[in-house]
C-alpha cells in the first residue's frame, strides 16, 4: 500500500542530485577581479596582453592570484577589494596611457570561485542584486513624442530636397503638433506633390484639404512606422547606454526595457553616482545644421550683420532660428549669434565613430566618421556649400546648444574633421560623448538608488541569520513534535529549499533582499503541507486506522487540501508578479516557485521517504509520529 | 507531543456573534485609524529623495536637522533607522531640481559637518512612479481577490468564496490600520507581505472549508452548525501549529533582519495572528449566515430527474 514504483524513487534522487549540483555553486563566493578588455575592433586582448599585464603587476609590486584569458578578455583575481583597486588604477595607467583615447576597457569585476567542472556545466552562482552588493540604479523615462517630433522634422527637410529636385513648387511646409502641413497654389500641384508622398515616402499618410482657398496636404506618420519608430528609439537608446557604460568600466551591467518608454540601468560596485550619471544620463544628441546667416567674418558665405541684427530684434526668417554659439569666458562673450537653418542635415544616429587628434596644424580636433547613408547626404549637401558654415549643435534636454559652427572647406563625405574652438580636453570630451553614440529620444531619471558596499554585506547576513534561525526553530519543533515524521518533514522542507535555489541558479535569477525575504516566508509557509499530512494521519490513527492504512489515508487526504491551499497562495503570488517591477517582482518570483517546489517536496519527497522506511515492513505496529493516545 | 486533546467539538458557533461583533469592531476602527491618520507612505510611493548615512558614533538627529535646514531644505525629516549610529533623511519631491543634485549637496553638506559620515544608500522616485505604484497596488489587490473568490466559488461554492475573501480582506484592512495608527512606513515590501498575507490567510479557510465539505458527507445527520463546529476543531491544531512554524520564521526576520525587514515582517506578524482569528472565527459564521447547505457541496443524486419523468 505503501510502496512507490521503482521510477519515483529515480526521479526524486535524480531531482536531488540536479538540485545539489545547481546550488553548489552558490557556496564557492566569489573574488574581486579586474577585467581587461578591448575597446576597440582593431585591438585584439591576447597572450601578449596577457603576459603585458603581469609584468605590470610585478612591476607595480600589486600581489594578484590568478589570471585567466577567455574571449571576453583577460581577468586578474585579487585577494581582497584593496588590491583589486589598486590593481585597476595600474592597469588603467600602463595599459590606457592617454585620457580621452582609451584603448582598453578595465573594469572592476567579480569572478564566481566554483571550479571548472561545474562552470562547463552552466551550474553558476547566482546574481546579486545591488542591495546586495552595492551599485547604483537608475530608471529613465524615454520622451517617445520628441522621437516622433524629430523625425517630423527630418522628413519636412527630406521632402522639400525632394520637391526641389521634381521642381514641384510649395508654398511652405511646416510642422503643427504631430502633422505636416505642406501647402500649394493649387489642386493640380498638390496631387502631384501627393503622388510623389506616396512613392518617396511611405511611412506618411496624407489627406488633401481646402483650407481658405489654399490646397493643403495634412501628412502624418502611419501609426506602424510610429510604433516602429519609438521601438527603435528605444533600442537605439539602450545601445547608447550598453557603449557608455562600457566607457565607465563597469562589468555585469543591467541594462533593459522596461514597460513602453522605460529604461532600466543598473550599474553593480558603482559608487560614483555623479559621474556615472553624468555619462550616463547626459542626454545628448548631436545634430548638424547649415548656418544661414552669421556676423562673423566675410571669409565665409552668408556674412549677413544685418540680417543678424534684425533677428535679434526678432524678426527671424521663416525656417530659421536664432542660436548662440557656446559662450567663451575667455573673451568674456555669450557666444556668437548665428541663424540657423532648422532643417537637420544629419543627426548623431548616422555617426559611427569620432575621436579626438590633432590636425596638420596641431590644434585639436575631432575626427567624425559617418555611415555609408549620411556620408552620401553630407556629399550632397556640402556639394553645393563650400565656404559656408555649419552648426553642431549638442540638444540636452531639448535645450540645443552651438558646440562650434565651422566653416565647411571642402566637399565632405564619411570622414572629416572639427577643428578650431576646442582645446584638448575639450576635444576629448566631446569625442567621447560622439563615440558612445547619442540618445535618440530625450530621457529623463525618474528612479535612482544608490546602496554602498556595506550596507550590501549587512543586507546578505541579516538574510541570511533571519533564514537560518528561522530554518531552526521549526526543525527543532517539528521533530520534538512529530518525531520521525517530523525529521522527514524538516528534510523534505530542506528538500524544498534546495530545489528553490537550484531553480534560481539555473534561471539565474538575481538575488535581492526581498528574495531572500521570499525564500524565508515560503519555508515557513511551506512547512503546512507536512503538518497537515501529519496530523490527518495521527487523525486516522486516533480513529482505529491500522498504521500503513493511517499514512495512505493522511496522505491521500491531505493531497486536495494542500492542492487547493497552495492554489490560492498562487494567485496572491501571479498578482504580484503582475504589478511586480523590482524588489515586489523578485520577491513574487521566489514565492511562485517556492510554492510550486513545495508541493513535490512536501508531498512527493516526504513520501518517498516514509514509503522507503516504513513500507516494506509487513507488519508496522505503531507509527514514530509523536503521542496519538489520549487516554 | 501533543498540544490539542480536544475530544468534545467546541461551539464556536454558539458565540459567532460575539466574534463577528469583535472583528466589526475592530475593522471599523482601522477604517477610521485610516481615514483620520491615513497611510505614512515610503517614497517609493510619495516620490522624493531618501538618504541613509552611517557615523561612526551615535548620530546627532536634531544636528543633522539643523545643518539641513540652514542650508535651504525645508520639509527634512531626519531620523534614526535600525541602530542610534544610522539616520534616514527624507526629502519630498521638488518641481525643479533633479534628484541628482539634492543628494549630492546634502552627502556634501553632511560630510562637511562630521567627516565619519558614510553614504549607505541614496534613493530617487519621481512622483510619477509613485502613482503609478499605488494605482498598481490596488489593482493587484483586487486581481488577488476576484482571483480567489472566483476560484473558491469553481472548487467549493461561491459562498464560501464571499466568506473567505470578506474575512481576509478583514486580515488586510486590519493590517493597513495598524499601519496608520502606529504611522508605520508603507514601503512596497509591506504591499507585497499584504497580499502574500491575503493569499495565506485564504489558505487557512480553505483547509476548514474542506473540512466542512468533508463533515456533510460523513455526518449524515449533523446540523450545519455541527459540522461547521466540528470542521474547526478537527483543523484546529494544525491551524495553530502551521501559523506557528510561519511565525517562526517571520519572528527570526524580525529579530535578524535589521530595519530593511522590520515593517515586511511586522505586516506578516499582524497578518498571520489575524488571519488565524479572521478564517476561524469570521469566516464559518459568515458562511453558515450565507446559509450554506449540504446540498451546496454534495451534490444531489440524478434521482430527481427520474421523479420528474415520473
Redesign the interface.
Known amino acids: 500500500m505503501n510502496r512507490y514504483p521503482i521510477w519515483v524513487y529515480i526521479t526524486v534522487a535524480v531531482a536531488l542530485a540536479l538540485g545539489l549540483l545547481y546550488t553548489l555553486p552558490n557556496f564557492y563566493g566569489e573574488t574581486p577581479a579586474v577585467q581587461v578588455s578591448s575597446a576597440r575592433v582593431t585591438i585584439k586582448v591576447d597572450e601578449a596582453t596577457q603576459a603585458a599585464i603581469e609584468t605590470e603587476l610585478k612591476r607595480a609590486e600589486i600581489p594578484y592570484t590568478g589570471v585567466l584569458l577567455d574571449a571576453t578578455g583577460v581577468r586578474v583575481r585579487f585577494a581582497n577589494v584593496d588590491l583589486q583597486g589598486k590593481g585597476k588604477d595600474a592597469l588603467s595607467a600602463a595599459l590606457n596611457p592617454k585620457a580621452g583615447d582609451e584603448q582598453y576597457t578595465i573594469a572592476l569585476n567579480l569572478m564566481a570561485n566554483s571550479p571548472d567542472w561545474l562552470r562547463s556545466l552552466h551550474a553558476l552562482p547566482m546574481y546579486l542584486g545591488l ?1 546586495l552588493r552595492g551599485g547604483v540604479h537608475f ?1 529613465y ?1 524615454v520622451n517617445l513624442d520628441e522621437a516622433l517630433v524629430k523625425r517630423l522634422d527630418g522628413l519636412s527637410g527630406n521632402i522639400r530636397a525632394q520637391f526641389r529636385d521634381k521642381s514641384l513648387r510649395h508654398n511652405g511646409i511646416s510642422r503643427e503638433g504631430r502633422t505636416l502641413v505642406l501647402r500649394f497654389r493649387d489642386a493640380a500641384t498638390r496631387d502631384k506633390a501627393r503622388a510623389l508622398l506616396g512613392d518617396g515616402f511611405p511611412e506618411l499618410v496624407s489627406e488633401a484639404l481646402d483650407v481658405e482657398g489654399e490646397s493643403r496636404l495634412q501628412a502624418r506618420i502611419r501609426p506602424e512606422a510610429e510604433k516602429q519608430i519609438q521601438d527603435d528609439a528605444i533600442k537605439q537608446n539602450i545601445s547608447t547606454f550598453h557603449n557608455r557604460v562600457n566607457e565607465l568600466g563597469v562589468s555585469e551591467p543591467v541594462i533593459q526595457q522596461q514597460g513602453a518608454d522605460r529604461i532600466l540601468v543598473q550599474l553593480p560596485g558603482v559608487q560614483d ?2 559621474r556615472a ?1 553624468e555619462i550616463l ?1 547626459r542626454a545628448a544628441t548631436l545634430e548638424f545644421r547649415l548656418v544661414e546667416a552669421h556676423a562673423g567674418g566675410s571669409d565665409s558665405r552668408d556674412f549677413d550683420p544685418a540680417k543678424i541684427e534684425a533677428a535679434m530684434k526678432g524678426t527671424v526668417p521663416l525656417g530659421t532660428e536664432l542660436r548662440f554659439s557656446r559662450s567663451d569666458a575667455r573673451r568674456g562673450d555669450r557666444g556668437e549669434p548665428l541663424l540657423l537653418s532648422k532643417q537637420v542635415i544629419l543627426t548623431g544616429d548616422r555617426l559611427t565613430g569620432a575621436s579626438a587628434g590633432f590636425d596638420q596644424n596641431q590644434r585639436a580636433s575631432v575626427n567624425i566618421d559617418l555611415d555609408a547613408q549620411g556620408g552620401r547626404i553630407m556629399r550632397d549637401v556640402t556639394r553645393d556649400a563650400v565656404k559656408r558654415r555649419m552648426a553642431v549643435l549638442l540638444v540636452e534636454k531639448g535645450v540645443p546648444e552651438v558646440l562650434t559652427a565651422p566653416v565647411i572647406q571642402s566637399e565632405l563625405g564619411n570622414r572629416f574633421q572639427i577643428t578650431g574652438l576646442f582645446n584638448p580636453k575639450e576635444a576629448a570630451d566631446l569625442s567621447l560623448l560622439l563615440r558612445a553614440g547619442s540618445l535618440a529620444a530625450p530621457m ?9 558596499p ?2 550590501g554585506r ?2 546578505i547576513e ?2 541570511f ?7 531552526v ?2 526543525s527543532l ?2 521533530i ?2 512529530y518525531m520521525v515524521f517530523g525529521v522527514f518533514s524538516v528534510l523534505a522542507l530542506s528538500t524544498n529549499l534546495l530545489l528553490l535555489l537550484a531553480i534560481l541558479s539555473i534561471m539565474q535569477a538575481t538575488l535581492t ?2 528574495g531572500i ?2 525564500i ?2 515560503t ?3 511551506a ?2 503541507a507536512n ?2 499530512i501529519n ?1 490527518r494521519i495521527r ?1 486516522e490513527l486516533r480513529e482505529g486506522a491500522s498504521p500503513q492504512a493511517a499514512i495512505a489515508v493522511g496522505y491521500e ?1 491531505a493531497f ?2 494542500i492542492l ?13 508578479l ?2 511586480g517591477s ?3 517582482r523578485g ?2 518570483v521566489v ?1 511562485c516557485l517556492g510554492i510550486l517546489t513545495s508541493m513535490f517536496s512536501a508531498i512527493v519527497v516526504s513520501r518517498a521517504m516514509v514509503n522507503l522506511t516504513f513500507g516494506r515492513r509487513r507488519r508496522l505496529v505503531g507509527v514514530p509520529i ?3 493516545a ?1 487516554n | ?2 498540544f490539542f ?1 480536544i ?1 468534545r467539538d467546541i461551539p464556536f458557533m454558539r458565540h459567532a456573534l460575539l466574534f463577528n461583533a469583535i472583528s466589526a469592531l475592530t475593522f471599523l476602527a482601522a477604517v477610521f485609524f485610516l481615514f483620520s491618520r491615513g497611510l505614512h507612505f515610503s517614497i517609493e510611493f510619495t516620490g522624493g529623495t531618501l538618504i ?1 548615512m ?1 557615523y561612526a558614533t551615535a548620530a546627532d538627529t536634531d544636528r543633522i536637522r539643523g545643518v539641513l535646514q540652514k542650508a535651504g531644505f525645508e520639509d527634512v525629516t531626519v531620523q534614526n533607522f535600525g541602530s542610534s549610529r544610522d539616520v534616514l533623511i527624507r526629502l519630498p519631491v521638488k518641481r525643479d531640481q ?3 543634485d539634492l ?2 549637496s546634502v552627502l556634501s553638506l553632511l560630510k562637511q559637518d562630521d567627516p565619519s559620515a ?9 512622483p ?2 509613485g502613482s503609478e505604484l499605488a494605482r ?2 490596488l ?3 483586487l ?2 481577490a476576484i ?2 473568490v472566483i ?2 466559488a469553481l ?1 467549493f461554492e461561491w459562498k464560501f468564496g464571499v466568506a473567505a475573501i470578506i474575512a481576509n480582506l478583514h486580515d488586510v484592512v486590519i493590517i493597513l490600520g495598524f499601519f496608520a495608527l502606529f504611522q508605520w512606513e508603507f514601503s ?2 509591506v ?2 507581505a499584504v ?2 498575507v ?3 490567510s ?3 479557510s ?2 476548514i472549508a ?1 473540512r466542512i465539505r ?1 463533515n456533510f458527507r460523513r455526518m449524515r445527520r449533523a446540523s450545519v452548525t455541527e459540522v461547521i463546529d466540528n470542521a474547526i476543531t ?2 484546529i ?2 491551524t495553530i ?2 501559523h ?10 524580525l ?4 530595519a ?2 522590520h515593517y ?1 515582517a511586522l505586516a ?1 506578524t499582524i497578518g498571520i495572528l489575524f488571519g488565524i482569528y479572521s478564517s476561524v472565527l469570521v469566516m464559518a459564521p459568515l458562511v453558515r449566515w450565507l446559509g450554506v447547505k449540504r446540498e451546496d457541496l454534495i451534490r444531489a443524486p440524478a434521482k430527481r430527474k427520474d421523479e420528474a419523468v415520473v
Open positions: 542591495d530608471l523615462r553616482t555623479a550619471k544620463g529623463e531619471i525618474i528612479e535612482e538608488r544608490t546602496v554602498g556595506s550596507l549587512d543586507n541579516k538574510g541569520n533571519s533564514t537560518l534561525w528561522g530554518f526553530a521549526i519543533f517539528m520534538a513534535y533582499l526581498p525575504a521570499a524565508a516566508l519555508l515557513g509557509m512547512i503546512d503538518v497537515l496530523e487523525e487526504r486536495g487540501t487547493d491551499s497552495n492554489v490560492t497562495t498562487l494567485i496572491a503570488g501571479i498578482a504580484l503582475l504589478i523590482g524588489p515586489v520577491f513574487a514565492h509523536g503521542n496519538t489520549w | 507531543m501533543e486533546k475530544r541613509e552611517s533633479t534628484s541628482a543628494a549630492t558614510e553614504r549607505r544608500r541614496t534613493e530617487f522616485v519621481g510619477q512612479v498598481d497596488g489593482i493587484a489587490l486581481v488577488t482571483g480567489i476560484y473558491l472548487r512596497l515590501p504591499l507585497a497580499l502574500a491575503l493569499g495565506y485564504v489558505n487557512e480553505v483547509v474542506d468533508e478537527r483543523t491544531s494544525r501549529i502551521t506557528g512554524c510561519t511565525q517562526a520564521m517571520v519572528t527570526s526576520m529579530f535578524f533582519g535589521g530593511a525587514l515586511f506578516l
